[in-house]
């Protein structure tokens, strides 16, 4: 690992400033993405400057929703006791994911920040264009089987690696930031991760300096009925091949309203609005949600060994709604 400063500050403005004023700064907090990608001298910080400890660790209710903290541990989340009665697709996503070691130490931020786990990302001898800008992607032509088929490029066919942004993604969530300037902005969860289009190496919608500060979920009564759905090689410990975060609002037999986010299969926390649509209106039948499926991944684009991600991530989708319909609520 190469030398560097750990810097620490009395608050938030304080870090993102001190980010803002050295190109090659990182925020650190739990460091359960950042110090393993320091190892293999993927990120070479020459400064972090933790935010740890600035007061970002709450979950605040109302009944307009829920704000919570950037530093709010995945665990601490994962188990609140309001995350679980009214997003059950939330807590679900988070602890399908990593160890109970990790979550205990990994932040809600720092989950929406983490990068792609793609092998050729992480191998610095290997051609990455999220790595190393206009270098080639080796991905495209090597072993995939793990890769995105939605929202990928000619320049990069990397997934997405969580599983609580597909969540976050049904659930309408708002990312609220801090600008070295002392401004905030609010940036809707759809839009904060970016397609990698041709500049794979721009991945969210956020400047260098500006800080995450809290998440806010709305109130969405129809998010007790919802379901988080992980098809992985192990029980545990494991990256998705595909999953799907739902919610599903019924009026007797008929979908009111359909929410469908995909993971695993996608480039950024996939939202399947068409899928939604088709499905408003319709009764709650195994049919329907095949139909929402099939729009879902209308678009996908395979490779030479991942082409087993589209039909397995269709009966995800349908198997998901169909869990969420019989739940008993």
Not at 9 to 25: E, H, L, T
Not at 193 to 220: C, N, R, S
Not at 231 to 255: I, K, P
Request: hydrophobic share 45%.
């Amino acid at each position: 690992m190469n030398a560097l400063t750990f810097q620490r500050v009395p608050a938030a403005a304080d870090a993102a400033s001190a980010v803002a004023a050295r190109p090659r700064a990182m925020f650190l907090a739990g460091g359960t993405t950042l110090v393993d990608l320091m190892k293999i001298d993927v990120l070479t910080p020459d400064t972090v400057v933790s935010v740890r400890r600035l007061g970002m660790s709450g979950i605040d209710v109302s009944d307009d929703g829920i704000a919570i903290g950037a530093t709010v541990t995945n665990s601490h989340l994962a188990w609140h006791p309001v995350v679980r009665d009214r997003y059950p697709v939330l807590s679900e996503a988070i602890l399908s994911g990593a160890t109970t070691q990790i979550r205990n130490m990994a932040t809600v931020a720092g989950n929406i920040l983490q990068r792609t786990r793609c092998p050729y990302f992480r191998d610095v001898h290997a051609s990455c264009n999220r790595r190393q800008p206009g270098s080639g992607c080796d991905a495209l032509d090597g072993f995939n089987r793990g890769h995105a088929v939605l929202g990928v490029s000619e320049h990069c066919i990397a997934t997405h690696p969580s599983d609580m942004c597909v969540a976050m993604a049904v659930l309408d969530a708002d990312v609220h930031t801090l600008r070295p300037d002392g401004t905030t902005r609010s940036i809707p969860f759809r839009e904060f991760h970016l397609a990698p289009g041709d500049t794979p190496h721009v991945e969210v919608a956020l400047a260098h300096g500006e800080l995450i500060t809290h998440i806010v979920i709305p109130h969405l009564p129809a998010a007790r009925r919802s379901h988080y759905l992980k098809v992985r090689d192990r029980a545990s410990y494991e990256f998705a091949l595909a999953s799907a975060a739902v919610v599903l609002d019924l009026d007797g037999d008929t979908v009111r309203v359909a929410r469908l986010g995909l993971g695993g299969i996608a480039t950024k926390p996939w939202r399947a609005i068409e899928a939604e649509q088709i499905l408003t209106g319709r009764k709650a039948t195994d049919e329907a949600f095949r139909d929402a499926a099939d729009i879902a991944l209308a678009g996908a684009v395979a490779r030479e060994h991942n082409r087993f991600k589209i039909e397995l991530a269709k009966r995800t989708v349908a198997r998901a709604f169909a869990t969420a319909r019989d739940a008993n609520i």
